[in-house]
Nanobody
């Protein structure tokens, strides 16, 4: 089992920045890819970004390219999501996820473990 705990959400004005953290514990060596998803009220959970634990290869949704950066600290078993130039449409609950699979996996069904989520609200 892998446990994931997100933090760093909050309320920010449009154009501002936030950094989310996802601390992993448990059988972390089994997680090959970590990702962030987000879910707005009444909408499906959407892929935001992913990163491979070993090589640090990153993937991004088109909606966040150039504004968000995913990174990881292997020693701390932590994944980060730096969010800049935030827009009201970025408002959502952001979830961290982990999978034993490798590669570009933008679907929720591809992930084995999930955090509880952290709320990000961007005011206009």
């Amino acid at each position: 089992q892998v446990q994931l705990v997100e933090s760093g959400g909050g309320l920010v004005q449009a154009g501002g920045s936030l950094r989310l953290s996802c601390a992993a514990s448990g059988r972390t060596f089994s997680s090959k890819t970590m990702a962030w998803f987000r879910q707005a009220p009444g909408k499906e959970r959407d892929f935001v970004a992913a990163i491979s634990w070993s090589g640090g290869i990153t993937y991004y949704a088109d909606a966040v390219k150039g504004r968000f950066t995913i990174s990881r600290d292997v020693a701390k078993n932590t994944v980060y999501l730096q969010m800049n130039s935030l827009k009201p449409e970025d408002t959502a609950v952001y979830y961290c996820a982990a999978t034993v699979a490798v590669g570009y996996i933008p679907r929720t069904s591809g992930y084995d473990y999930w955090g509880q989520g952290t709320q990000v609200t961007v005011s206009s």
